[in-house]
């Protein structure tokens, strides 16, 4: 199995911020990666697909990059409504496998 | 409009089995593979399972192997999980996904 080691697991940022969330893949996944936010009570949604393609509708200060085994969530200037907890899945092969999590909260 | 439909969570003793269905509207669902993912109280999101778009092919978590199977009824927009000799470590909000870029709004099971 595919283990995704993400990091950090929880940061403290003010707004207008810049966010930077890393994922690590224990072997090659090439760009098959996706970065999810997930905030108390709603069904996460899908920030980024195909390690830096930006899912229609989310704002342009989210963006993904990386390849292979390295990966990249950023977010450029931190927004009020961005506190929430975010990762990364990746989908090269099964089982399916997300990362642990980054809780970005209020400093 | 989209939508994903989930139900048939509640309350469940060890060792008993449930069954969650998800129904989709608003878009042709007989053209998608869907997944289950769970999220645990205190804990990240984990994928559960996945069923081809014509039911030809299904995977699952380590986790569930054995005890749950995925399936789905393309005449009636449904996709179901059987989940069987339940744990404590299954309570969780299942949340039913087309392909991940649209999710249900979850059901919750206690396995208690």
């Known amino acids: 199995d595919i283990q995704m080691t993400q990091s950090p697991s929880s940061l403290s940022a003010s707004v207008g911020d810049r966010v930077t969330i890393t994922c690590r893949a224990s072997?090659?996944?090439?760009?098959?990666l996706g970065w999810f936010q997930e905030k108390p009570g709603k069904a996460p949604k899908r920030l980024i697909y195909?390690?830096?393609s930006l899912q229609s509708g989310v704002p342009s200060r989210f963006s993904g990059s990386g390849s292979g085994t390295e990966f990249t969530l950023t977010i450029s200037s931190l927004q009020p409504e961005d506190f929430a907890t975010y990762y990364c899945?990746?989908?090269?092969?099964?089982?399916?496998?997300f990362g642990g999590g980054t809780k970005v909260e209020i400093k | 409009q989209e939508q994903l439909v989930e139900s048939g969570g509640g309350v469940v003793q060890p060792g008993r089995s449930l069954r969650l269905s998800c129904a989709a509207s608003g878009f042709m669902f007989s053209r998608y593979g869907m997944h289950w993912v769970r999220r645990a109280p205190g804990k990240g999101l984990e994928w559960v399972a996945v069923?081809?778009?014509?039911?030809?092919?299904?995977y699952y978590a380590d986790s569930v192997e054995g005890r749950f199977t995925i399936s789905r009824d393309n005449s009636k927009n449904t996709v179901y999980l059987q989940m069987n000799s339940l744990r404590v470590e299954d309570t969780a909000v299942y949340y039913c996904?087309?392909?991940?870029?649209?999710w249900g709004q979850g059901t919750l099971v206690t396995v208690s």
């Open positions: 996904l087309r392909r991940f870029d649209f």
């Open positions: 069923i081809w778009y014509d039911g030809s092919e299904e």
């Open positions: 195909g390690a830096s």
């Open positions: 072997q090659g996944i090439g760009n098959d």
């Open positions: 899945l990746q989908h090269k092969s099964f089982p399916l496998t």
